[in-house]
């Protein structure tokens, strides 16, 4: 069932230039957790706002269970945002911070009280009600963020960039964190970064942002292995690009003609092959290339290849290489299924 429903929205700051969101469109199903996905710029940010009800869309419509919450104001949508600075009351307790939002509904004292102390208890911040914002670490300030949101219980939770102000270690707990609590609460979550690991990592699908549109909108999988545009392609760590030209099933390209999976239009093209897919060693379909260079990564070493003056990168295991050094010819096979045709040059 569909939750929340962007209808081609539009959104121009005041200041002029072009449109920041340029007719985004984006369904999202019930209790999923999407990644609203994008290099800084891109908008994500103005996308968050306009659901929240901080910002009017110029045109398009927002809906919530089928019903337009464009015109309701943000405190009667049950959407809650998190911004990527948790923003929390200084001279509020966290369990006052945290039962904030129920006090402005009138939830009565002891319900306000027992809701905040399990909300802090599935945020992992147990024992800490009484202290003042300053008193908590960057992490756990985030949590009680977290916390303040979900206590609420909204239908829709939107998290922007959570985990970008957190280093390395407490990125982990947190990401594994918003996983845990999504899975319990099942509230239709969309999450904004800009780090595309995160995004495969964190969420069910990835709606990718480039430019105030939205070029992508599938599982990390197809996003990664069937990009629609170069452009996809590029910013999802696409690193191999033929151009040439597909022609009954065969593409046509600088290190001679590769044998096409099924449904590629004929016409020009660039052919596109992730790292891992590419496989060494002997085989009836091998083509010769020589290695030019090996940079051991720990668990797989990526290699670059030149292939008659064409040069692919391959991702492959510190086995596979033994005995290979950079000079030497090895044979090189590019899967059928692993290729894929993007429509431009
Ligand atoms: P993201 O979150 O993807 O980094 P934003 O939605 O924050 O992107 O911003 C997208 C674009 O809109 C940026 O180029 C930014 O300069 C512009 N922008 C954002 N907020 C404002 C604002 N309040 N006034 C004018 N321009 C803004
Ligand atoms: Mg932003």
Known sequence: MTALDLADLTKSYPDGGAPTVRGLSLSVESGSLTALLGPSGSGKTTVLKLIAGLLTPDTGDIRLGGRSIRDLPPEGRRVVMVFQNPLLF??????????????????????VAARSAAMLEKVRLVGLGNRRPVELSGGQQQRAALARALVLEPEVLLLDEPLSSLDASLRDEMRALILDLQRETRVTTLVVTHDQTEAVILADRIALMLDGRLVQHATPEVIYGRPVTLAVARFFGGVN???????GGIFHTSIGPLVLPTGVTD???TLTIRPEAVRL???????????????FLGTQTRIELDLAGTRLQALTTPEALRGLAPGQEVGVTLPTAALWVLPEV
């Open 90 to 111: 200084p001279h509020m307790t966290v369990a006052e911070n945290v039962g904030f939002g129920l006090r402005m509904r009138d939830v009565a004292p002891n319900e």
């Open 241 to 247: 690009f033929l151009p040439g030209r597909a022609a």
């Open 267 to 269: 016409g020009p093209g």
């Open 281 to 295: 060693g002997p085989g009836r379909e091998a083509r010769p290339a020589r290695l030019v260079s090996c940079t």
